[in-house]
């Protein structure tokens, strides 16, 4: 899923192309991606865009009369922008917003249709689709710390609440936690005053360096292979390969569709986090430190004995 640095650097793009252009035609290709009835997608064509927002991983475009497109790209949604001159060779889209100097268009990758776009009416309607995490350029290390312990949560879903954080998802929470030293099974009510300045100052690092790093790379292009595994990145994607702080294996928890990617010596005091399913399937089998894991594969290695 699309995250703060890269929903940030899209906003900038698409602002960059279309504020004080006309919204000529806005056409959906599948009905499922609209979740709104009124106002209806016709009452933006023909407006002037006045401004591109980002609530938390949204995307919101707004045109005159204080009208918005809010997108949500979920999982596999992706934008992209054709010049006037390009526009015969856009993809099959999900919908299409035509405006006088180009075309904007989202489509999403697999079966399953996640991405969303409501069309709202004024600051208030826009509102509702902010989920109210704590913008990091905005906050302070006071009201980052009172926000992520006003409730008993991993670091892992606190990182990832929308409510709590804005933007972060299970790609860059990897990144903080392995920046900030931290498991991310630890509590947020038992970590220490050190222990969240730490944490703050690896959340606002590590987005800002590749908010950075992808506006850089797009230069003046529009952003395209927007995606969750990054070369560069230090554990996220990376399970199997060496840390690159202390060259120990990355190991990962997974659930549902997601994974979590940590460091056990930078982050868990050697200890091997839980994989549910696979701890259910080993039992005694599971190893328990990153030691021990060490042995069976070097045991694994070396194959059994000769005769």
């Known amino acids: 899923m699309p995250e703060l640095p890269d929903v940030t650097v899209y906003v900038e793009a698409i602002a960059a192309r279309v504020v004080g252009h006309r919204l000529l035609r806005v056409t959906i290709a599948n009905p499922f991606l609209l979740r709104s009835f009124e106002p209806p997608p016709r009452t933006v064509e023909g407006r002037r865009v006045k401004a591109v927002r980002r609530l938390g991983k949204r995307i919101a475009i707004g045109v005159e009369d204080d009208l918005w497109l809010v997108l949500h790209l979920m999982i596999s949604g992706r934008l992209h922008w054709y ?24 489509t999403e990758a697999g079966t399953k249709r996640r991405a ?43 990182l990832t609440d929308p409510r709590i954080l804005s933007g972060i998802g299970n790609a860059y929470s ?18 220490e005053p050190a222990d969240l300045e730490r944490l703050y100052s690896a959340t606002r690092a590590v987005l800002d ?14 952003p395209e292979g927007v995606t969750a595994f990054r070369e560069g990145m230090a554990v996220h994607g990376r399970f199997g390969k060496s840390c690159p702080v202390c060259g120990t294996r990355v190991q990962r928890i997974r659930y549902a569709e997601n994974e979590t990617n940590y460091c056990p010596r930078c982050q868990t005091d050697g200890r091997v986090l839980s994989d549910r399913s696979l701890a ?13 894991l060490e042995r069976r594969d070097k045991s694994d290695l070396s194959g059994p004995p000769a005769p």
Not at 129 to 156: I, Q, V, W, Y
Not at 209 to 219: K, M, Q, Y
């Open 83 to 106: 010049p006037v001159a390009e526009t015969r060779r856009r993809r099959a889209a999900l919908a299409t917003f035509e405006f006088d100097n180009g075309a904007l268009t989202l």
């Open 116 to 158: 969303s776009l409501h069309v709202v009416a004024g600051e208030r309607a826009l509102a509702v689709h902010d989920p109210g995490g704590l913008e990091l350029a905005l906050t302070t290390p006071a009201s980052f710390a009172a926000r992520l312990t006003a409730a008993n949560h991993t670091l892992k879903r606190a």
């Open 174 to 191: 990897d990144e903080i936690l392995h920046r900030a030293r931290l498991s991310p099974l630890a509590l947020t009510r038992s970590l």
């Open 209 to 222: 360096e590749w908010t950075s790093l992808l506006r850089d790379e797009a230069s003046d292009r529009f």
């Open 280 to 292: 259910r399937l080993l039992k005694d089998d599971w190893p328990r430190t990153i030691e021990e």
